[in-house]
């Protein structure tokens, strides 16, 4: 599994930004991806996740209402789509893909085992 995540830059406080990842590597039907993020000094967090199969999303309490996921099926890409950004957004950005064993699962709890390598959004105030 290769995850290549890219969008990231500078953005003045208030501003959007969309990341993208472009996953391949194998079928991604039994998988979900999601977007985390760490920022420095800072436990990494999960925004975000979708199944990639059927589009069910989760979104994490904390950017409810700002951020969005979304995918493109047919390119294989997963979008990070973020409103009304503001500084404590700064952080590096990754995305993860899990794979789904189990008929029922909850998509914060899956196990993310494929990342892709980061992309550091600042968000100037």
């Known amino acids: 599994v290769q995850l290549q995540a890219s969008g990231g830059g500078l953005v003045q406080a208030g501003g959007s930004l969309d990341l993208s990842c472009a996953a391949s590597?194998?079928?991604?039907?039994?998988?979900?991806l999601a977007w985390f993020r760490q920022a420095p000094g800072k436990n990494r967090e999960l925004l975000a996740a979708?199944?990639?199969?059927?589009?069910?999303?989760y979104l994490s309490e904390s950017v409810k209402g700002r951020f969005g996921i979304s995918r493109d099926y047919a390119k294989n890409i997963v979008y990070l789509h973020m409103n009304g950004l503001n500084a404590e957004d700064t952080a590096v950005y990754y995305c993860?893909?899990?794979?789904?064993?189990?008929?029922?699962?909850?998509?914060?709890?899956?196990?993310?085992?494929?990342w892709g390598q980061g992309t550091l959004v600042t968000v100037s105030s």
């Open positions: 979708i199944r990639w199969s059927r589009g069910n999303t």
């Open positions: 993860a893909a899990a794979p789904i064993r189990t008929v029922v699962f909850d998509l914060p709890r899956l196990t993310y085992t494929y």
């Open positions: 590597g194998r079928n991604f039907d039994s998988y979900a």
